[in-house]
């Protein structure tokens, strides 16, 4: 969160959160401050520009990073999700948490359940329900990235993600999608 002011007219507004004063920016009809802070809160990408971008942040994870991706594709994992990557994040003292169905196709592929197994094995918790669909990533509870794309099974399709970092937005997302922080 950052400090913004504002001022027009000798008169100054202050807020602390920027989600706040981009009603007041409207009025104020201030469309670039207004554009310019909007871009630092919400940024899109789609299947080709999602992967440099998430890596990044992950890569600067500290605390907890929170995966949800219905299915797991071993050419996905493979490319993106290394993991020597993971072993990292967890030497480190990540806790790395995945949300992803399980009777399905997935779960019969002894290679998907060795990748699995060897998650485990570092400390990655697994929660599989067939009732997962989302596709969400949440990175130490200060980043959200939201969309149609299947984090670690995509392969060969158009696809859309949001990254948000927005606080309000990223906490209610936690409240509803990461029960291990509530």
């Not at 995966?67 to 806790?95: D, K």
Request: net charge neutral; proline share 2%.
């Amino acid at each position: 969160m950052f400090n913004i002011i504002i001022k027009q007219n000798d008169i100054c507004y202050e807020t602390i959160d920027a989600c706040a004063v981009t009603t007041e920016l409207k009025a104020l009809d201030l469309p670039s401050i207004y554009e310019k802070i909007i871009s630092k809160i919400i940024q899109s990408f789609d299947e080709k520009t999602f992967y440099n971008d998430l890596e990044i942040e992950i890569l600067k994870c500290k605390n907890r990073l929170v995966i949800y991706s219905p299915y797991i594709g071993l050419f996905r994992t493979q490319q993106s999700f290394r993991l020597q990557m993971f072993a990292n994040l967890r030497q480190q003292g990540v806790e790395i948490v995945i949300y992803c169905k399980g009777h399905l196709e997935q779960s019969k592929k002894k290679e998907t359940r060795d990748l699995m197994e060897k998650w485990q094995k570092i400390g990655i918790k697994i929660n599989i329900d067939d009732k997962y669909h989302q596709k969400i990533v949440l990175i130490d509870s200060s980043i959200l990235y939201y969309g149609s794309l299947n984090v670690l099974s995509f392969w060969n399709t158009n696809e859309s993600m949001l990254k948000i970092e927005n606080k309000n937005i990223v906490d209610d997302m936690i409240k509803k999608y990461d029960p291990g922080l509530n």
